[in-house]
Structure formats: structure tokens, C-alpha cells
């Protein structure tokens, strides 16, 4: 690698909806991701992944961007995230391994809304 270039890893996350959200990682924190645990626990039972420091970027679609103050927490013990644990039991889909150099899935503009809808909102469902 040279010295310009640094460690890339794209995550795409996709919610029951077949809303999708890319994820992507910079430097440490992309070889330290344990995406292979997420992939093979997620064969079983839903994985719940709390992003933390990240970067929102819009440029071709929405995408979030970790560098090295990003952090992760799998399967937090926090009441939120159990809570969405259950829910998501109930729509399980094992989570796929794609190789995203030949991805050409088109993606929806993100809809326009205004504060008081948003405050509305309950991101557990569709």
C-alpha cells in the first residue's frame, strides 16, 4: 500500500425496509472491524452495531464515514438497543456477504422532511 492510500472497508446496512445506509471505514478502523464475527453471528441472530464518532456525508447518496475516532458497540446491554433486538427477531434475515467491486444497485434519493415529521418518526418501524 502506498503511502497516500490507506485501508478501506465499505459496510452496507440495510434495515427490514430495504432502506440501505453505507458505512465506511478508514485506516485502523477498517482492519479492525470484525465484520466476519457480525457475518457468522448474524447466520443466527440479529446484530445490532452502534456507530459512534462518525462523519454523515452526502455526495452520490448518504453514506456515513468512520476515521480513527470512530468507535463501534456490538450488541450493546443498553435498553434501546434490546429493544430493537426483539423486534428485529421477529423479521430475521441472515445477514449476506457482498463484494461490493460490483455493485450496481441504484439508490433512492433521500426523502425531504421537516423537523416536526422527523420528530414524529419511530425507527423501529417501516
Given amino acids: 500500500m502506498r503511502?497516500?492510500?490507506?485501508?478501506?472497508?465499505?459496510?452496507?446496512i440495510r434495515h427490514p425496509c430495504n432502506a440501505m445506509l453505507d458505512v465506511v471505514l478508514w485506516s485502523e478502523r477498517a482492519t479492525s472491524f470484525p465484520a466476519e464475527d457480525?457475518?457468522?453471528?448474524?447466520?443466527?441472530?440479529?446484530?445490532?452495531?452502534?456507530?459512534?464518532?462518525?462523519?454523515?456525508?452526502?455526495?452520490?447518496?448518504?453514506?456515513?464515514?468512520?476515521?480513527?475516532?470512530?468507535?463501534?458497540?456490538?450488541?450493546?446491554?443498553?435498553?434501546?438497543?434490546k429493544r430493537l433486538m426483539a423486534s428485529a427477531k421477529a423479521v430475521l434475515e441472515p445477514i449476506t456477504w457482498v463484494d461490493s467491486a460490483g455493485s450496481s444497485q441504484q439508490k433512492k434519493p433521500a426523502e425531504e422532511k421537516k423537523v416536526s415529521e422527523i420528530l414524529n418518526l419511530n425507527p423501529f418501524e417501516c
Fill in 3 to 12: 503511502q497516500d492510500e490507506s485501508a478501506r472497508r465499505a459496510i452496507t
Fill in 38 to 81: 457480525i457475518h457468522r453471528d448474524g447466520q443466527a441472530s440479529p446484530q445490532i452495531v452502534i456507530f459512534v464518532g462518525i462523519l454523515l456525508k452526502s455526495f452520490g447518496g448518504m453514506s456515513l464515514s468512520g476515521g480513527s475516532s470512530c468507535k463501534w458497540y456490538i450488541n450493546p446491554e443498553v435498553p434501546e438497543a
